[in-house]
């Protein structure tokens, strides 16, 4: 077949995200339970973060301009964290600790590292400049603007700036509900012994895996055989129950593959067939309205064409806008000698080569081979009909971040 019959990766990703279905159902969750979903409206500031100026050493509160004067002063008060500060008199220190507000009339803090304490007060052994050792208020958020925007998925440091801002509860989107259909006659689960001419399912858990890590609640996980019928029968159940449908196997062209036909006859085909290695097989459409993307059924290409087109379509269907990712520039540690029309996926990681970091491939990149996806921590891009050398720069993306 002729390289045109062949989708360019990043065609198939703008049509992928242009046919999401972002969920649009949200849900109310507690602060400690939002790692990981995805902000269903903008979160401005209610109140200045931190609330007053406070101190951000241990130490001593005066006025800059009391110690040009005279450099022992007397300690009139004292300040601890939580308490609120009395009034503040001129002339003198208020003995105070890292996050104790500064009483009002205080305009720096002396580190008490330098400061002598004596019976008539403290000496202070160095100068001291206005607004020292001062965590100003609003230095992290202002009151009023927007602090997370609609969308934003939830990581740990935005649990603690809507903590910081006194949120208590969270509007989210609910989370994208997943069918997973992996279809095969040969395919056995695991735990049951094997008869002659079976596999096990692999892809199963590969895809449970991928979705808990990607924030996906699986809907329904079932193995279809292959027939056109039941292939049928089970997509339409399964778009009545799901956001969205993700198959493994059976969209080749042989006479025992279904996906690709049932969504032709029984909803719409937008996609078939990807410029990509691993991963050429690859079918997206809908039945019923729910979109349905096809993997191949090969175990390398089910986790590699997931990461690369399954991304950016679950990150638009969570309501996420779309992110391209920057990778990292680095020289391959491996060569690719024929130039291909289909862009290359290598599962591979980075080492150290002669002269610095390299990224290195596993030497065995068979699409049925997934240990070399264990070994791997990434994936290095073959751009299209080009041939790689050892130490040309090529692009490498971890897994961490094709699952961000
Ligand atoms: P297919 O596209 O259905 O012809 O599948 C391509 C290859 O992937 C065949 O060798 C299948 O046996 C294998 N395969 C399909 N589904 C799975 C699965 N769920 N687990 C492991 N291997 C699979
Ligand atoms: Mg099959």
Redesign the pocket.
């Known amino acids: 077949m002729a390289s045109s019959d062949l989708t360019p990766v990043d065609d198939a990703i703008s049509r992928l995200v242009t046919q999401a279905r972002p969920v649009t159902d949200t849900e109310t969750v507690a602060l400690e339970n939002s790692l990981d979903r995805v902000l269903a409206r903008d979160y401005s500031v209610p109140a200045d973060v931190p609330p007053a100026d406070n101190s951000a050493v241990d130490g001593y509160a005066v006025r800059a301009g009391d110690v040009a004067e005279a450099t022992v002063l007397p300690v009139s008060g004292r300040v601890a964290a939580g308490e609120a500060p009395g009034s503040f008199q001129p002339g003198t220190a208020v003995r105070i600790f890292t996050g104790s507000e500064i009483p009002a009339g205080a305009d720096s803090v002396v580190m008490q590292e330098r400061v002598t304490v004596t019976e008539d007060g403290i000496t202070i052994n160095a100068p001291v400049s206005e607004g020292q050792n001062i965590r100003r208020r609003g230095q992290d958020l202002t009151q009023g603007e927007l602090a997370l925007a609609k969308g934003t998925k939830v990581r740990p440091q935005e649990m603690g700036l809507l903590g910081s801002m006194g949120v208590a509860e969270i509007e989210v989107y609910k989370k994208l509900r997943v069918a997973i259909l992996?279809?095969?006659d040969?395919?056995v689960d695991p735990g049951q012994p094997l008869a002659p001419g079976q596999?096990?399912?692999?892809?199963?858990y590969t895809l449970l895996g991928l979705l808990a890590k990607a924030g996906c609640e699986v809907a329904l996980c079932e193995?279809l055989a292959d027939t056109r019928d039941g292939t049928r029968s089970t997509f339409e159940r399964a778009a009545a129950e799901a956001d969205l449908i993700i198959t493994?196997?059976?969209?080749?062209v042989?006479e025992?593959?279904h996906v690709r036909v049932v969504l032709e006859e029984a909803g719409s085909l937008s996609l078939w067939r990807m410029a990509m290695k691993p991963g050429k097989?690859l079918a997206f459409g809908s039945i019923e309205g729910t979109p349905v993307l096809g993997l191949?059924?090969?175990?390398a290409s089910v986790l590699v064409t997931f990461l690369v087109v399954g991304m950016p379509l679950i990150r638009a269907c969570q309501g996420r806008p779309s992110i391209s990712l920057p990778g990292e520039q680095m020289p391959a540690g491996f060569s690719v000698g024929n130039p291909s029309v289909r862009r290359e996926y290598v599962r591979a990681r980075k080492g150290i080569g002669e002269d610095g970091p390299v990224v290195n491939a596993y030497p065995n990149q068979s699409s049925?081979v997934l240990s070399a996806a264990c070994w791997a921590e990434g994936l290095a891009v073959v751009p299209e009909n080009t041939a790689v050398g050892i130490g040309d720069t090529i692009t490498y993306y971890s897994f961490a971040e094709l699952l961000e």
Do not use: A, Q
């Open positions: 992996t279809t095969g040969e395919l596999i096990y399912n692999s892809n199963r193995t493994s196997g059976g969209v080749s042989g025992e593959d097989p191949p059924g090969n175990p049925g």
